[in-house]
């Protein structure tokens, strides 16, 4: 299996009420199923994930997550081959709201989180590590 990590960031598309839980519940059942891990993050308008496992397991995914309209333009910022996971325990943390601190998130870029300003693919993982504990 060749283990791959991949970032990508979007735009939030008329998200509901308990939309959040429901994209979490059935993350957490599939990434479960197919030993994908990673993080997930919400804040603004914005969402930034990273998603780590096998890369046959990991492309299906995010075929099937750019497709949902819950969100929109999708940017791909990263798909690497990986020596190990970042996220080994979590089928998908979640980082959102009040929960995010916008104090890591200035060390890493300027102004408010805006994922589709950030370049390096190794300071975006440092920062998703540093806001998931
Ligand atoms: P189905 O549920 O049959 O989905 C078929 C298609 O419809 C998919 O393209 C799906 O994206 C889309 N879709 C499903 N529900 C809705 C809805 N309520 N509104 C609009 N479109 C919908 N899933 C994971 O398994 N792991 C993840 O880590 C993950 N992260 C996500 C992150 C974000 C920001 C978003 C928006 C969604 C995420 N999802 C994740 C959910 C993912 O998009 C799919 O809904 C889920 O994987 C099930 O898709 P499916 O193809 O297996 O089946």
Same mark, same amino acid.
């Given at each position: 299996?060749?283990? /791959? ?16 839980? &429901? ?5 957490? #059942? ?10 997930? /993050?919400?804040?603004? +308008? ?7 496992? +096998?890369?046959?397991?990991?492309? &299906?995914? *995010?075929?099937?997550? #750019? #497709?949902? &309209? ?16 970042? *996220?080994?325990? =979590? %089928?998908?943390?979640? /980082?959102?709201? %009040? ?5 890591? /998130?200035?060390?890493? %870029? %300027?102004?408010? *989180? ?5 370049? *390096?693919?190794? #300071?975006?993982?440092?920062?998703? =590590?540093?806001?998931?504990?």
């Amino acid at each position: 299996m060749f283990l /791959v990590r991949m970032l990508y960031c979007s735009v939030l598309n008329g998200i509901g009420d308990g939309d959040v839980e &429901k994209i979490l519940d059935i993350s957490h #059942a599939n990434n479960a199923l197919d030993n994908i891990t990673g993080v997930l /993050v919400y804040n603004g +308008g914005h969402f930034l994930q990273c998603l780590e496992g +096998g890369r046959r397991a990991v492309s &299906k995914r *995010f075929v099937s997550i #750019a #497709a949902d &309209k819950r969100h929109k333009d999708v940017e791909i910022l990263d798909f690497s081959p990986i020596a190990e996971r970042r *996220f080994p325990t =979590w %089928t998908m943390q979640y /980082v959102g709201g %009040t929960n995010l601190d916008q104090g890591i /998130v200035s060390t890493y %870029t %300027t102004g408010e *989180f805006d994922p589709r300003r950030m370049i *390096f693919p190794d #300071a975006i993982v440092d920062m998703l =590590w540093r806001l998931a504990q």
